[in-house]
Nanobody, 124 residues
Framework: QVQLVESEGGSVQPGGSLRLSCTVS?????????IAWFRQAPGKEDEGVAA????????HYADAVKGRFTISQDNAKGVVYLEMNSLKPEDNGMYYC????????????????WGQGTQVTVSS
């Protein structure tokens, strides 16, 4: 059974930075080709934030975070990172790491494995 464990989120002021990590075990599971981050905020639709192709490193980003967020992976450690810069209040939400085999990397419905979620708060 694949397990995902996210790092703690945090609280920052607008313009600040945070880095989330997601440990995926086992990382080489054959049912995984993408690892992604999603977020859920009150009153807003769930949103695919960023995704990375495990075996090639190709990345995908939501328009709202392009140029500010970076997803990366350490295959040896089985960890995916989400570096978030220039954070805005609209980035508030619960962030979830997900893994699965998909052709639609920012579509939540196609992910089989999920972490427990971690809260990100951006507020002055």
């Amino acid at each position: 059974q694949v397990q995902l464990v996210e790092s703690e989120g945090g609280s920052v002021q607008p313009g600040g930075s945070l880095r989330l990590s997601c440990t995926v075990s086992p990382y080489a599971d054959s049912t995984i080709n993408y690892i992604a981050w999603f977020r859920q905020a009150p009153g807003k639709e769930d949103e695919g934030v960023a995704a990375i192709y495990r075996d090639g490193g190709f990345t995908h980003y939501a328009d709202a975070v392009k140029g500010r967020f970076t997803i990366s992976q350490d295959n040896a450690k089985g960890v995916v990172y989400l570096e978030m810069n220039s954070l805005k209040p609209e980035d508030n939400g619960m962030y979830y790491c997900a893994a699965g085999s998909t052709t639609r990397p920012l579509d939540a419905i196609s992910y089989r494995y999920w972490g427990q979620g971690t809260q990100v708060t951006v507020s002055s």
